[in-house]
C-alpha cells in the first residue's frame, strides 16, 4: 500500500524551461512534507519542504505547492540546469507514528 | 558530504548469512534513521534509534535487528539473507527525535546477496 505516489519514474526537461516533479499521498494525517534529492552513488540530500499550514513554500529556483484538497504536492524548478539532474523523492510525515513515507522517486533528466 | 558515514560501501555475500552494517552519524545528532531501497521501490524506512533507544519502527523484518551504541554509531544486522535482501541500505541522522527534521544521509551500502 503505497501512502506516497510518484507516477512518473522519469521526466526529461530543457535547460532553462521549467521543470514540475508531482506527488500524491493517501493519508490525512500527514501535515508536513519534503523533497530529497539524490545524486548517483550518494545518499538524499535535502532539498525543500512544506508543511500543511502552507500552499506555497519558495528557495530560490525551488517552488513546493501543496493542494490539501487534493492531497498533491509538486516541486517547480525555474529555470533547470543541468546540474539539477537527479532522482528526485518525495515524502510525507506521519505525526500519528513519526515516520517518514518516501515516494519511489522521480528521475530528471535536464537536456543542454 | 553529509557528516554521515556508512561502511562498508558494497557487500557481497551468500544466501543464509549474516551481515553487520555500520553507521556514523554527523556530530552531534542523536537520532539514527536505517532505510533500505530495494529496485524500483522508494526508501523504506526500516527502524530509528534516539539516544540509544529505540524511537520508531517500520518495516523491519524479523531477521533483521539494529542498535544504537554509546558513542552514538549504530548497526543494522541482517541475518539469514535471502536474494530479496539485496538493496541499498542508507542510514541517516537528525539532531533531535523528530522524523519531520531535516535527516542527512550517508552514501549507503550496496548488499548483494548471492
Known amino acids: 500500500d503505497q501512502q506516497v505516489k510518484q507516477n512518473s519514474p522519469s521526466l526529461s526537461v530543457q535547460e532553462g524551461r521549467i521543470s514540475i516533479l508531482n506527488c500524491d499521498y493517501t493519508n490525512s494525517m500527514f501535515d508536513y512534507f519534503l523533497w530529497y534529492k539524490k545524486y548517483p552513488a550518494e545518499g538524499p540530500t535535502f532539498l525543500i519542504s512544506i508543511s500543511s499550514i502552507k500552499d506555497k513554500n519558495e528557495d530560490g529556483r525551488f517552488t513546493v505547492f501543496l493542494n490539501k484538497s487534493a492531497k498533491h504536492l509538486s516541486l517547480h524548478i525555474v529555470p533547470s540546469q543541468p546540474g539539477d539532474s537527479a532522482v528526485y523523492f518525495c515524502?510525507?510525515?506521519?505525526?500519528?507514528?513519526?515516520?517518514?513515507?518516501f515516494g519511489t522517486g522521480t528521475l530528471l533528466a535536464v537536456q543542454p | 558530504d553529509s557528516g554521515v558515514t556508512q561502511t562498508p560501501k558494497h557487500l557481497i555475500t551468500a544466501t543464509g548469512q549474516r551481515v553487520t552494517l555500520r553507521c556514523s552519524p554527523r556530530s552531534g545528532d542523536l537520532s539514527v534513521y536505517w532505510y533500505q531501497q530495494s529496485l524500483d521501490q522508494g526508501l523504506q524506512f526500516l527502524i530509528q534509534y534516539y539516544n540509544g533507544e529505540e524511537r520508531a519502527k517500520g518495516n523491519i523484518l524479523e531477521r533483521f535487528s539494529a542498535q544504537q551504541f554509546p558513542d552514538l554509531h549504530s548497526e543494522l544486522n541482517l541475518s539469514s539473507l535471502e536474494l530479496g535482501d539485496s538493496a541499498l541500505y542508507f542510514c541517516?541522522?537528525?539532531?533531535?527525535?523528530?522524523?519531520?527534521?531535516?535527516?542527512?544521509f550517508g552514501p549507503g551500502t550496496r548488499l548483494l546477496v548471492l
Open positions: 541517516a541522522s537528525s539532531v533531535g527525535g523528530g522524523a519531520r527534521e531535516t535527516q542527512y
Open positions: 515524502a510525507a510525515y506521519d505525526r500519528a507514528t513519526n515516520k517518514l513515507i
